[in-house]
């Protein structure tokens, strides 16, 4: 029976890993072009007459959002490496029942937990496991016949 929690935060941090850095790398450019544009329009309309007038204004508008999404950033981060582990948990345990079953092991039926993603793909992993663990019995007892023959 599977289990219903995962107590690891990261299960495969190649995949995952790349995850967090593209949304990393999404919010900066977010924020970049959002301060950019704020601080354009700040120009147009306030008209500052210095550097310092321009930073002020730009920061009263800007600054709370600012720092809310600064304080939001790591609520979403682990939102997105949860989420992959619907993908990434699955794909780990096929490709390690895969590596398994290749390598001449029994392999017992993969059940996936509620939630995640690629049952179809599970269950046809299990047919086939299912056909390779039968055939190399029959080829094993094809086999041990031949060899009590001679």
């Given at each position: 029976m599977p289990q219903d929690r995962r107590y690891r935060f990261f299960i495969d941090r190649e995949v995952q890993g790349p995850i967090i850095a593209i949304v990393s790398i999404y919010w900066g450019y977010c924020l970049?072009?959002?301060?950019?544009?704020?601080?354009?329009?700040?120009?147009?309309?306030?008209?500052?007459s210095s550097s310092f007038a321009l930073l002020e204004s730009t920061w009263n508008r800007g600054g709370p959002a600012l720092i809310g999404s600064i304080l939001l950033l790591p609520i979403v981060l682990f939102d997105c490496v949860r989420a992959s582990h619907r993908i990434v948990g699955p794909a780990l345990r096929l490709r390690n029942s895969m590596k398994k079953l290749a390598n001449g092991e029994s392999v017992p039926p993969i059940r996936l937990r509620d939630?995640?993603?690629?049952?179809?793909?599970?269950?046809?992993?299990?047919?086939?496991?299912?056909?390779?663990?039968?055939?190399?019995?029959e080829f094993a007892a094809a086999h041990q016949e031949r060899s009590i023959a001679s």
């Open positions: 970049l072009s959002v301060s950019l544009m704020l601080t354009i329009w700040t120009m147009f309309v306030d008209r500052p939630g995640d993603h690629w049952v179809e793909f599970a269950d046809e992993f299990n047919r086939l496991s299912e056909q390779v663990t039968r055939e190399r019995a």
